[in-house]
C-alpha cells in the first residue's frame, strides 16, 4: 500500500474514534504570559542513552500534554504521539516545547537554558517555532514578538511584561542562536518550518507560509547547513490530498474557529511527517533510534491522574454505628475516600484507628471527584446535616475539584468561583439548565452555617498537596488561604493541612515520598493514606482546646 494510502486509512481511524467522543469547547491556551511560564517538563530517561529533544510551541507539545483530560479530542502537539515511533531502549524522545511561546520567549524565558542542560555530545535537537512570532514585539501580555525576516536588525525595548531593558532581534536570529548552542554541546540541530493552519487559498488548496515563517526557517537551514524538515509544505500536501472535510475533523470538533491546534488524529498526520522528515536526512542514528515498523494507529496516553467523578451509585453511605454517640463526620472529595479504586486510599479511610470506638463514631461521607460546589448541589450535604446533633464534630476538605475555568467541559460541571464573596457566575448544565455557581468560599462559609446551627462543630481543611508541589512551592495558596478567611469569620476550627503533609513530606524525602501514591500526582495509596492520616490526627491535637481529645484512641496518643 503507497504510504500516503496507508496515512489517510490511519487517519480514517483515528477520526472515525474521535467522532464518536462526546464533543466539548476547549480551555484557553496556557502561558498566556510567557516570561513566567512554569512548568514542568521531562527530562531524559536514561541519561546513559541519545537523545531526540524537542523544543517549540503548544503546536509540539500543548498545555500539560494532556489533551485538556479529553483524550484524543483534545488538543495535542505532534511531540506526544511521535515517540511511538522511537525504540525507548536506544533513545529518550523528550518533548521540551512549551505553549505559548516563541523563538524569542523560549530563550528569555529560561526554557532553553534548561533544557540545553540536557544536550550532550550525539543528541539531536528538532526546534518548531513561528507560530507566537508574529505577536507584539512589547506589550503587557504577552510580549513574544520577533523582528520578521532573518536578518541582523534589533529593536530596544523596556520590556512592559518582565519590567527589564531586551534587545529583540529576528526569527532568523534566535534560530541561529539555537543552532550554535546545539552544536557548541556537539549534538546535530535540525530546523522544522510551522505546521499549517487549517485555512485554504482562493483555489481551495491548504494555506502555505512560504513567504514568512515556513521560508524564513528555510533559508536559516540553507544558510547554516543543518537539516531542515518542511512541516508547512509537506503537511499542507498532505492536507490536500485527504480534503477539507477529512481535515476538518484533524482539529477539535467543537471549537470551529481552531485553526491552530490540532487533535490526536491531527498530531499523529503531523508527527508522521516529522519521522519522514527525519528519515530523509539519512542521519544513520536516526534509522538506529526508529523502531522496525512503524506504530499503526498510536493512542493518546491514559493519564493516570484524572480525577474521575465517582458514580455515587457505586458508593456505600456510611452511618453512624451508635446514635448515642458523638459522630465525627468527614466531608470531601476522594483525596479523603477514593475507595481502592486502582489502589486509590483516601485518608478518611485510615483515620478510624485513631478514635476510641467506644466514645466517638466515625463516618466517612466524603465522596471522590466532588467539589465544594458540586457536594452541596447534589444533596449530599443536606444529607450530613440532616444527620448532625449537639456534639458532632464536621471535618470538611475540598479544594482538587474546585479550581478551573467554570463552563469548561473538561472542570465537569464543578468548578467554583474563585474567593470568598457573594458573587455568582452563571454555568449551563448538561442538560441546559443554568446554575448561578457561588464561590468557593460562599460553599464552605454555608456548610459551617448550617453545621453549627445543629450545635456541630466544624473544622475546615487545607487540602493535602499534590505529589509534585510539595518540595519548593506551597501547593493550594488560594485555597488554603480561603479556608482560613472562612473559618475565622465563621467560627470554624482550620488545619493548614496542605503544610502539615508537605512537612512531612519534606522529612521523608522525595524517593519514600514518591512510593507513597498510587497515581501520578493526587491519591494516595495505602500507605500515603495512613500517613496523611497522621497529619490530621496531628493538625486536630494542635487545635485550641483539642475539641477531640476524649476521643483519641491509644494510637493517637503516640502521635
Known amino acids: 500500500m503507497p504510504p500516503l494510502s496507508r496515512l489517510m486509512r490511519t487517519a480514517a481511524l483515528i477520526l472515525l474514534s474521535i467522532g464518536c467522543a462526546h464533543a466539548q469547547p476547549l480551555p484557553p491556551a496556557v502561558n498566556t504570559d510567557p516570561a513566567r511560564a512554569r512548568v514542568t517538563l521531562p527530562e531524559p530517561a536514561n541519561p546513559a542513552l541519545p537523545s531526540l529533544i524537542l523544543i517549540g510551541d503548544s503546536t509540539v507539545r500543548n498545555g500539560h500534554d ?91 525595548i523596556d520590556n512592559l511584561l518582565t519590567h527589564k531593558h531586551e534587545v529583540v532581534h529576528s526569527y532568523g536570529w534566535y534560530l541561529r542562536q539555537y543552532v550554535a548552542d546545539i552544536r557548541a554541546k556537539g549534538a546535530t540541530p535540525v530546523i522544522c518550518s510551522p505546521i499549517p493552519h487549517k485555512q485554504w487559498d482562493a483555489q481551495g488548496h491548504a494555506k502555505r507560509d512560504r513567504d514568512t515563517y515556513a521560508g524564513w526557517a528555510a533559508a536559516v537551514a540553507r544558510a547554516e547547513h543543518v537539516g531542515f524538515i518542511d512541516l508547512n509544505e509537506d503537511i499542507a500536501r498532505r492536507y490536500d490530498a485527504l480534503g477539507r472535510d477529512a481535515v476538518m475533523r484533524l482539529f477539535p470538533q467543537t471549537t470551529p474557529d481552531e485553526h491552530t491546534h490540532t487533535n490526536w488524529a491531527g498530531a499523529v498526520l503531523n508527527a508522521q511527517v516529522v ?79 485513631f478514635f476510641d470506638p467506644r466514645k466517638i463514631n466515625v463516618v466517612n461521607a466524603a465522596i471522590g471527584g466532588r467539589s465544594s460546589r458540586t457536594y452541596f448541589t447534589e444533596g449530599r450535604w443536606d444529607r450530613v446535616r440532616d444527620q448532625l446533633k449537639p456534639g458532632d464534630v464536621v471535618l470538611i476538605q475540598f479544594g482538587h475539584n474546585d479550581g478551573g475555568r467554570i463552563g469548561d467541559p473538561a472542570m465537569k460541571n464543578r468548578a467554583s468561583a474563585p474567593g470568598i464573596g457573594p458573587e455568582t457566575v452563571e454555568d449551563t448544565r448538561p442538560d441546559g439548565s443554568k446554575e448561578q455557581v457561588h ?115 491509644d494510637k493517637a496518643a503516640g502521635q
Do not use: C
Open 66 to 156: 494532556d489533551g485538556q483530560h479529553k483524550g484524543a479530542a483534545g488538543q495535542w502537539g505532534w511531540g506526544n504521539p511521535i515517540a511511538a515511533w522511537f525504540d525507548p531502549a536506544k533513545v529518550n524522545v523528550v518533548n521540551r516545547a512549551v505553549g505559548g511561546l516563541s523563538s524569542r520567549t523560549y530563550l528569555t524565558s529560561g526554557h532553553w537554558a534548561r533544557t540545553l542542560a540536557f544536550v550532550k555530545r550525539g543528541d539531536i535537537v528538532v526546534m518548531q517555532f513561528g507560530h507566537n512570532d508574529a505577536g507584539p514585539v512589547n506589550d503587557t501580555s504577552r510580549a513574544r514578538g520577533t523582528i520578521r525576516g532573518v536578518g541582523d536588525e534589533t529593536e530596544a
Open 275 to 353: 519521522v519522514d522528515g527525519l528519515k530523509a536526512l539519512h542521519d544513520p542514528r536516526i534509522a538506529a533510534w526508529l523502531k522496525p515498523q512503524a506504530p499503526v494507529d498510536p493512542q493518546p496516553p491514559v493519564r493516570e491522574d484524572d480525577r474521575p467523578v465517582v458514580d455515587a451509585r457505586t458508593v456505600h453511605e456510611e452511618t453512624a454505628r451508635d446514635a448515642s454517640l458523638p459522630t465525627l463526620f468527614l466531608v470531601g472529595d476522594s483525596t479523603v475516600k477514593s475507595g481502592g479504586l486502582r489502589g486509590m486510599i483516601g485518608w478518611g479511610e485510615r483515620i478510624a484507628p
Open 439 to 553: 464561590t468557593f468560599g460562599w460553599y464552605m462559609a454555608r456548610y459551617v452555617r448550617d453545621a453549627k446551627a445543629k450545635g456541630a462543630t466544624v473544622v475546615l481543611l487545607a487540602p493535602v498537596p499534590h505529589r509534585d508541589r510539595w518540595q519548593e512551592d506551597r501547593d493550594f495558596v488560594t485555597f488554603a488561604d480561603w479556608d482560613r478567611q472562612v473559618a475565622a469569620a465563621n467560627g470554624a476550627a482550620y488545619i493548614d493541612l496542605t503544610l502539615l503533609v508537605a512537612d512531612g513530606y519534606k522529612r521523608l524525602g522525595a524517593d519514600r515520598v514518591n512510593t507513597l501514591f498510587a497515581d501520578a500526582r493526587t491519591h494516595t495509596n495505602a500507605q500515603g493514606a495512613e500517613f496523611n492520616a497522621e497529619r490530621v490526627v496531628a493538625g486536630l491535637q494542635a487545635l485550641p482546646g483539642n475539641p477531640l481529645g476524649p476521643y483519641f484512641a
